[in-house]
């Protein structure tokens, strides 16, 4: 089966005053029809950028970005790195769509949601403005907008936060794109809205058969909604598998790190939750070895210097489950999964 999407060893490098910043480093991932890939990690870690190179948002002129990004268009693979970027530009929309972080300040407020929708409509289907306004009315319903043939000639402060959210969602589907990036989707809302969102973007890949490509530091939505989960530090991934993989059986000290910082209602601990210690590393001057290895609560169980020589490759004994670490993997599966204390 062909990928919609598929990403090979991308590299994102921005120019700085103080040096270049290495966004990305040797990105690998793939995303099929029907299935939801979570990216996690800090701000920072690189989530958005590679988001944002999948859509071809980077500006060429500033920006490097090497690698390969194919997409399927069709029975068709466009490639958006080296592409035309005509080609390119229409693909978004239609193909790849995104809801972007803050639906706040993604809707204009002083167009109506009407517009604002058609518009997406119309770039592809230029001229078509009345099935464009009926397309909006649609979308809008099914988002789950009351009156949509009413709301859809309403501004954006009409809205709630959660309601703008579901415009946005809208807005991304009006060509039913076969991938939907995602990125914090439920950033800012209540967790009854949240739910909300979550449940909406799982019903609507079942009726559209989407890959959704989520982008989040929360594991509690990734818990929810995703059937496989690469986790990012320091622009690399560290970690790759199924949800299940991650959650239960973490083999990256930084995946440990994460899910030991969740707050759980059956937990009868007292006090502060686990934090990871330090701070994540500056992209323009990375440690030589391993990212991680200056907040690594386990480096003394790996082979004496090899955290800081070396950057460990991304392996393991399941080619579904891979993660990059020094320590033994048969000491980090028998010992990982005792600290995260998740219950199935």
């Known amino acids: 089966m062909r990928h919609l999407l598929s990403i090979e060893n991308l590299h994102v490098t921005f120019p700085s005053e103080d040096g270049l910043v290495k966004a990305v480093d040797d990105v690998s991932l793939t995303l099929s029809a029907g299935e939801t890939l979570a990216i996690v990690g800090e701000s920072g870690s690189g989530k958005t950028v590679t988001s944002l190179s999948v859509m071809g948002l980077h500006n060429r002129r500033t920006t490097q970005v090497s690698g390969a990004i194919k997409v399927l268009d069709g029975d068709k693979e466009i490639e958006v790195i080296s592409g035309d970027p005509e080609t390119v530009r229409l693909l978004r929309g239609r193909v790849v769509s995104m809801i972007f972080q803050d639906p706040m300040s993604s809707l204009h407020p002083y167009y109506r949601i009407s517009d604002q929708l058609s518009e997406a409509y119309l770039v ?42 579901r415009v946005m969602i ?60 690469s986790v990012m530090y320091a622009g ?101 999964s005792k600290l995260v204390v998740v219950k199935k």
């Open 124 to 165: 592809h289907n230029p001229g078509k403005k009345k099935e464009a306004l009926d397309r909006a009315i649609t979308m809008l319903e099914l988002v789950g907008i009351p009156q949509p043939s009413k709301r859809v000639h309403d501004y954006p402060h009409q809205f709630s936060g959660g309601m703008r959210q």
């Open 170 to 229: 809208a807005m991304a589907l009006m060509n039913e794109p076969k991938i939907l990036i995602a990125d914090e989707p439920t950033t800012a809302l209540d967790v009854t809205v949240q739910a909300q969102i979550l449940n909406l973007l799982k019903d609507l890949q079942k009726k559209l058969n989407m890959g959704i490509l989520l982008i989040t530091h929360d594991l509690g939505v990734v818990a929810q909604i995703s059937d496989r989960v």
């Open 236 to 336: 690399k991934i560290v970690e790759s598998g199924t949800a299940e993989d991650i959650f239960y059986s973490p083999l990256a000290p930084y995946t440990v790190g994460l899910l030991q910082s969740i707050p759980r209602g059956t937990d009868k601990t007292k006090g502060r939750l686990p934090a990871i210690g330090g701070q994540p590393p500056s992209l323009i001057r990375l440690p030589s070895g391993c990212a991680f290895a200056p907040r690594c609560e386990f480096i003394k169980e790996a082979p004496a210097g090899a955290c800081e020589r070396s950057m460990p490759e991304l392996a393991g004994s399941k080619n579904t489950h891979v993660a990059r670490c020094h320590i033994a993997e048969e000491y980090r599966a028998k010992n990982f």
